[in-house]
């Protein structure tokens, strides 16, 4: 990983991790089609619910993001995966989001979908896991299974256990230790999330910086 990436800046392990796992992802020429980039990066919320209350998510205000359990559509995955074909696209998908994309009910074979196009991977709350669910997933074609766990430490051992249990590759699930608390903006890199949330010690947002986000990462809600 490029050293200059993290000048100034002295990030947890758990965001250490996230950047140089997505750097392998996003750390090359651009790709463009008719003059126009195209993201290398693209997230998915695949559905408006979650099962937790985390005070650094806007899903923490439901007059701000209500819980609507409105889901993606596979014609969605469907038509996506047409208009990327014709246009070469050659980056990742992630499904994330406000929501918690395993309570959809039909994810596996939007995931193999799209999986012919790229790697996709997927972030939990590990909630609704089982050792039995993480090897559906790995045969679905997904490329890496993260878990954020806000619990505790105990967390840990819990889920190695799943994942010998279910008998994937070492490297599938990936566990991030996200139980930190407010003081240490829970081990995550916080924004206001355009406004919705003030959680933690976020830094003054300069409105003259540069942004890149829109370069190369795109995201597509539920509808």
Known sequence: MKKNL???WNPTETRLKNIERKVRILD????FHNSVPIPSWIELNVIDACNRSCSFCPKADPDIAPNTYQKMTMKLIDKLFEDLKAINFEGAFCLSGYGEPTLHNNLHPMIYKLSILGAVELITNGD???PKKIKNFYEANLSKLIVSMYDGEHQTEKFKKMEEESGVPKNFLVLRN???KDEDN???LLTN???TNNAGHQPKVNLNKKCFYP????VIEWN
């Open 6 to 8: 993290l000048k100034n």
């Open 28 to 31: 090359r020429n651009a790709q």
């Open 128 to 130: 609704t896991l089982s």
């Open 178 to 180: 996200t139980w930190y």
């Open 186 to 188: 829970f081990g995550l």
């Open 193 to 195: 999330r355009a406004g």
């Open 215 to 218: 370069a190369y990462t795109s």
